[in-house]
T-cell receptor, first 111, second 114 residues
């Protein structure tokens, strides 16, 4: 069964600290992997997309990694800000269109 | 990327009634997707709405419960019919933006059924 598992389920960090969120998947055939940020009461917003051949991709303070062999991805947030408080969702594309969503990691950045 | 206007943003409804959610996209798109996000859960695809044809529903979702309209390439509605408390969720629409840009989501409709 195609699944996307994320850890931790929730995380509290102090403002200015770094954190890393994990995503393990068993989706096949794999097309790409995306990380989304979902603020409370809002729809998900794309942070980055990783294809099979990409290992690392950065977007401002967000750095995503992908290991296609172990089927793992991580999202590293540097110098966290209060506005980073949100749910972060890992989404893997099965083939061209079907999306498999993780349950998300709820991040709280505390002042 | 496309901008989606989704309405209403939230509603509290009586059981047995129906609610229609609207999504307006600022550009023409072939496919629109409707998702449900139950509390603490990931997004689950309800159906794919194509202009000019009936929506394609995922397993566990039926047209009588979630009728969808797609009158043109920029607009779609999802109706949650004969609601029960179990329908309390966030409902989102989404459109594809090409491989490089992923999917754009509406801001969601938070539905509470009492």
């Amino acid at each position: 069964k195609n699944q996307v598992e994320q850890s931790p389920q929730s995380l509290i960090i102090l403002e200015g600290k770094n954190c890393t969120l994990q995503c393990n998947y068993t989706v096949s055939p794999f097309s790409n992997l995306r990380w989304y940020k979902q603020d409370t009461g809002r729809g998900p917003v794309s942070l980055t997309i990783m294809t099979f051949s990409e290992n690392t991709k950065s977007n401002r303070r967000y750095t995503a990694t992908l290991d296609a062999d172990t089927k793992q991805s991580s999202l590293h947030i540097t110098a966290s800000q209060l506005s980073d408080s949100a749910s972060y969702i890992c989404v893997v594309s099965e083939g061209f269109q079907k999306l498999v969503f993780g349950t998300g990691t709820r991040l709280l950045v505390s002042p | 990327s496309a901008v989606i206007s989704q309405k209403p943003s939230r509603d509290i409804c009586q059981r047995g009634t129906s609610l229609t959610i609207q999504c307006q996209v600022d550009s023409q798109v072939t496919m629109m997707f409707w998702y449900r996000q139950q509390p603490g859960q990931s997004l689950t695809l309800i159906a794919t709405a194509n202009q000019g044809s009936e929506a394609t529903y995922e397993s566990g979702f039926v047209i009588d419960k979630f009728p969808i309209s797609r009158p043109n390439l920029t607009f779609s509605t999802l109706t949650v019919s004969n609601m029960s408390p179990e329908d309390s969720s966030i409902y989102l629409c989404s459109v594809p933006q090409g491989v490089d840009y992923g999917y754009t989501f509406g801001s969601g409709t938070r539905l509470t059924v009492v």
